[in-house]
């Protein structure tokens, strides 16, 4: 290997950046809905490293309506994170989420959990997701895939956050199988 293709490789490395994404919905086929998801999220976002389980949980918030399946994926990304944000939104576009009301239905619903150990806080993005430690449906699924990772601004690992969480919705872990591969 000669010294430049070392020294592209070492740069390439440093911009890659771990994300952690929560990945829901309850409209429609769902299962197949997160193995599109997974598929656009890889060819447009990054390379997919860990998939959680599928899990069913009843509605956060707005309780009139289907339950989700929610799913946790780990990826690699070269994308900063507004731009991330951005593509995340173009793959909710593509599967057919049309509109953003808080706590209803949709056939899809992508966040950041976490970019790296970034905090960023702006208008239109915040990461640590800010809710997340008050949620199973997020926890249950990042817990399975990284129990250990710790929370930038509450210092604790997931398995800590899930042990502390208030939240009594049930979480239900499926047979379903859905990946990238």
Request: with cysteine.
């Amino acid at each position: 290997m000669t010294a430049l293709l070392i020294r592209r490789l070492i740069i390439e490395h440093l911009l890659m950046n771990t994300i952690f994404l929560l990945l829901g919905g309850n409209l429609g086929d769902k299962g197949t809905t997160l193995q599109n998801a997974m598929k656009l999220i890889s060819e447009q976002i990054g390379e997919v490293e860990k998939t959680s389980s599928v899990y069913e949980t009843k509605a956060w918030g707005v309780k009139n309506q289907p339950d989700f399946y929610n799913q946790v994926v780990q990826l690699k990304t070269k994308l900063a994170p507004l731009a991330a944000l951005m593509a995340i939104q173009s793959v909710e576009i593509q599967l057919g989420r049309t509109k953003r009301q808080k706590w209803h239905a949709r056939i899809i619903d992508i966040d950041i959990l976490y970019y790296g150990n970034q905090f960023i806080g702006t208008d239109v993005l915040r990461v640590p997701h800010s809710q997340m430690h008050n949620r199973n449906f997020a926890l249950y699924p990042l817990n399975e895939i990284a129990p250990d990772f710790i929370h930038p601004i509450l210092k604790k690992t997931t398995t800590q956050l899930l042990e502390e969480c208030k939240d009594n919705l049930p979480v239900k872990k499926l047979e379903l199988q859905v990946s990238n591969g």
